[in-house]
């Protein structure tokens, strides 16, 4: 364990296997962050003191203006010795339930559309997290991934994550050309994340692009079991038909059988049918929803492009973007 200082004179202690933003909200300490897979730069701090090992240090989150000023990323930093860091918790950041790692084992796999599959993981004591919430699963070849989970806390039969397959991808492909057994042991990391579904008396706007099916899923589940007033209209995008999900498949996956949730699909390469509009999936909703959008929270995951998308539109036409909820996938 190594002590690490902040410029209030606090300090937190970080195991030398943990980076310091692990380190930081395992113990409370709500050091600022998104992604925690060093894309995003929102985790930047300046090292004044000790020496750390940076575990990729050409991570897309650091410009070269950011490493000439002596900037790093929490998120890829493990420290080497007691640090002093120039970077100051935000109370945004601070955890509601603490990250931990514990083994878990693959229990089962459901394929839910051409490109994207649902994986089951049963860890050791089950883990307590927020709908729009992640963790970083490590497969037994070491290799580190976010993923989002796509159930509730309290089902008891593992923590599910929906899974789509990037051509190329080193972890996709390897789970998805079935390299794994039901029983391979892997290891969760969580959980992590700040786009986790907050109490409000507006009502909901969940936007999902692709891989970011999983955590708006989870907040459609959370919405239903509640009983919520609150109405939640759910968008979801892909390039093609095949992409994306049918009503039924939604609401069989939401156990919204009586229609609660609006659910609007929509497909940007191909023409629109009676099952999807036509168009990118942020801009089907901007069109559907109009312009009372102050009076909606909304949540979105997916590609970057999206996300920033969406943010910059949103910002645009005057949004109070404090109403707006994601955590960049990169
Ligand atoms: C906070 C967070 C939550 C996430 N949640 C999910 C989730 O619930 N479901 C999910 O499927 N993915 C999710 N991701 C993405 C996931 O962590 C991996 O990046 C993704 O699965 C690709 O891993 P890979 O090893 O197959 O690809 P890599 O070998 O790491 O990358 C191969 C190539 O694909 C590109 N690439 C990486 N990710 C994507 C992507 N999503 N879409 C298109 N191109 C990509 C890379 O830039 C690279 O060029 C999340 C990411 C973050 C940061
Ligand atoms: S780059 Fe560190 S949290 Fe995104």
Redesign the pocket.
């Known amino acids: 364990m190594h002590k690490v200082y902040l410029p209030s004179g606090e300090l937190f202690l970080c195991n030398e296997d943990d980076t310091l933003v692990q380190g930081a909200l395992r113990q409370g300490v709500g050091l600022p962050y ?4 060093g ?1 995003c730069g929102t985790c930047k701090f300046i090292l004044e003191e000790g020496e750390v090992e940076e575990l990729n240090p050409d991570a897309a989150g650091l410009s070269d203006r950011d490493k000439r000023k002596g900037r790093k990323l929490a998120c890829q930093c493990r420290p080497m010795s007691d640090l002093k860091i120039k970077v100051s918790p935000d109370p945004l950041y601070t955890p509601l339930h603490k990250p931990a790692i514990q083994q878990a084992k693959l229990v089962s796999i459901e394929t839910l559309t051409h490109n ?1 599959r649902a994986f089951k993981f049963k860890p050791d004591t089950p883990m307590d997290f927020l709908p729009g919430q ?1 963790t970083l699963l490590t497969l037994p070849e070491g ?1 580190v ?4 989970m ?1 159930n509730l806390a309290d089902d008891q039969s593992g923590v599910e ?13 390897a789970l998805f050309d079935i390299r794994y057994d039901t029983d391979t042991e892997v290891s969760l990391d969580g959980p ?2 700040i786009a986790y579904c907050r109490t409000s008396p507006r009502d909901i706007i969940c936007v999902a692009g ?6 708006m899923i989870s907040i459609a589940r959370a919405h239903v079991q509640a009983g919520i007033k609150r109405k939640l209209y759910f968008f979801f995008g892909g390039q093609r038909h095949e992409d994306i999900l049918k009503l039924d498949q939604f609401r069989r996956l939401v156990g919204d059988s009586t229609g609660i949730i609006q659910y609007t699909a929509a497909v940007s390469d191909e023409t629109s049918s009676g099952s999807a509009d036509n168009g990118f999936v942020h801009q089907v909703m901007l069109e559907r929803m109009g312009q009372q959008l102050s009076e909606y929270d909304i949540y979105c ?1 997916g ?1 970057p492009a999206m996300t920033t998308a969406l943010e910059s539109t949103l910002h645009t036409i005057g949004f109070p973007m404090g109403q707006l909820y994601y ?4």
């Open positions: 998104e992604c925690n897979s894309g994207i992640y290799d991934r976010a993923y989002s796509a994550f929906f899974i789509k397959q990037v051509p190329g991808g080193h972890v996709t492909q992590y994340g692709g891989s970011g099916l999983a955590p995951a590609p955590d960049r996938f990169f």
